[in-house]
């Protein structure tokens, strides 16, 4: 159950840095009534059927069923290297701190407050106490109270990548090593079938994206910097830059760095520092240098290479009179020369090899082995690959891959098809199509959206009264015919 949820009434926590104590008591007390992990009675007795199977409606004794719930599907009872445990530590944080009342507290790490709720068992998670007795299985709800942490829950989401479902026999197997010997057969079936459903086959979009040659990307723990050419008093959105007094961009930093580094150039800087507290990082961080110009768009090619490359204070000491171009700094320094310097803005550094084998080491470390796609992912000109048959299957070897190509010798060559869709473009004639009103009964919720969108156009046309009033976005949801949506003012 993945979700993000806008609560009407919620305080506003955009500015909780700079907010009164009184303030920050108000937003604890918001939150603390919804979130805890507080179980009423750790001791209840097990029920005789299982927790999850009773009907909501049927409930008596709401606070025992809730424990006996939480007891049930809310408690991390059980650490291993397949599931949590990364580096010796458990990635979900557990066992944790017990408290007796919630607390805001700043995390030093990122810069920003976090929500702690209150806590009578070290191995509870966090919960809803309405939500999780009406959803009856188990659940984890956080509030949302930085840019950051809404920013990446909604990155790993949506950059989530699908994999191949395994065989029954694999998926049987891997549940039989978390089993006891005394276990029912029921109940591995019964998590056969829920691990075979809970797996997801590569969906078409990743093929395509896999055959057209295009790099599935694994950051490796590694930080993403964002650095822009087209205005140097851009401000990236950074966690670490978020909650400083003086918003300084990438450029700014760079200017003010300590005199050790004095003869570090910007683009080494960068990937090798933290440049809040200018200590080198444990994995190099990868760079997103916009735009990314190429030679043939002239000076400012050469003057992006200049700042990234060349040690600098001022931007004004390269050039020094009016006549002088940054293509002469360019060629005068080297940069154009040395192939691996030339080579940086590509692969993220110049120890690509050691970065290549950091990628992998951290693949087997998360995964214990190597599947077919992340190989190659970390495909590059000098990285060290494990040997894979990929491609030298049997069924690869007697496939005939030139086959399809009957279907297309129709529209000519390759060249043909490198401008096949511009030229369809420009051969098509604009023209006015009109559809007859088919005979179809709309449900309720397809009648309203209907009825919306026409609103909607009248309200662009001038027809209506308060077009403030009016409904702006439909979200819609579902699949198979069944849709719900929700309607954002």
């Known amino acids: 159950m993945h979700g993000v949820f806008w609560v009407d009434g919620a305080p506003d926590v955009s500015k909780l840095e700079s907010e009164s104590e009184e303030k920050l008591s108000e937003v604890l007390d918001y939150f603390s009534g919804l979130i805890c992990a507080v179980n009423p009675n750790p001791d209840v007795a097990s029920p005789d059927s299982h927790p999850c ?17 939480l007891n049930e599907v809310q408690r991390h009872t059980r650490c291993s290297p397949r599931y949590c445990i990364r580096n010796n530590k458990c990635r979900y944080k557990f066992p944790r701190e017990m408290q007796e009342n919630s607390t805001l507290q700043k995390n030093e790490e990122k810069q920003e407050f976090e929500f702690l709720p209150a806590r009578n068992d070290p191995l509870l998670n966090k919960f809803n106490k309405f939500m999780i007795q009406l959803w009856r299985a188990n659940m984890d709800i956080s509030p949302v109270i930085s840019k950051r942490a809404l920013v990446a829950y909604l990155t790993k989401y949506i950059s989530k990548c699908e994999v191949s479902s395994p065989a029954y026999e694999s998926i049987l197997q891997s549940i039989m090593k978390t089993v006891d010997e005394d276990t029912q057969a029921k109940k591995v079936i019964q998590k056969l079938y829920m691990k075979s459903c809970a797996e997801r086959d590569i969906s078409a979009q990743e093929v395509c994206h896999s055959l057209s040659g295009c790099k599935l990307y694994n950051a490796g723990g590694r930080k993403f910097i964002n650095i822009s050419f087209s205005k140097l008093e851009w401000v990236p959105i ?6 400083e ?38 994995k190099e961080n990868i760079l997103c240098i916009y735009p990314s110009y190429k030679k043939e768009n002239g000076e400012i090619f050469f003057r992006q290479q200049c700042l990234l490359h060349l040690p600098w204070r001022e931007e004004t000491q390269f050039i020094t009179n009016d006549n002088e171009e940054w293509e002469h700094v360019y060629l005068a320094s080297g940069i154009g020369t040395d192939h691996e310097q030339r080579q940086l803005d590509f692969n993220g550094g110049e120890d690509e090899d050691e970065q290549c084998d950091d990628d992998l080491d951290y693949i087997n470390d998360d995964d214990g082995e190597i599947e077919e796609w992340m190989a190659a992912s970390m495909l590059g000109p000098r990285c060290k690959l494990p040997n894979i048959d990929l491609g030298n299957r049997q069924e690869d070897l007697e496939y005939d891959w030139t086959k399809s190509y009957d279907n297309y010798k129709q529209y000519g060559s390759i060249n043909v098809f490198a401008g096949f869709i511009e030229t369809k473009k420009k051969d098509e004639v604009n023209t006015i199509k009109t559809t007859k009103n088919m005979n179809v009964k709309l449900s309720r919720e397809q009648q309203m959206v209907i009825n919306t969108v026409k609103e909607q156009i009248r309200a662009l046309q001038g027809n209506i009264d308060k077009p403030e009033d009016m409904v702006k976005r439909i979200i819609v949801q579902g699949k198979a015919g069944t849709f719900h949506f929700s309607l954002i003012l």
């Not at 025992?64 to 719930?69: G, I, P, R, T």
């Not at 960068?270 to 200590?279: E, F, P, S």
């Open 53 to 69: 199977r009773r009907d909501y409606n049927l409930i008596t004794d709401f606070e025992e069923d809730l424990s006996q719930l």
């Open 245 to 282: 007094n003086s918003k300084q961009n990438v450029f700014e930093k760079y200017k003010n760095r300590p005199e050790n580094l004095e003869d570090m150039s910007l683009h080494k800087c960068v990937r090798k520092y933290n440049m809040r507290t200018w200590t080198k990082v444990k």
């Open 238 to 243: 950074d966690n670490e830059d978020e909650h």
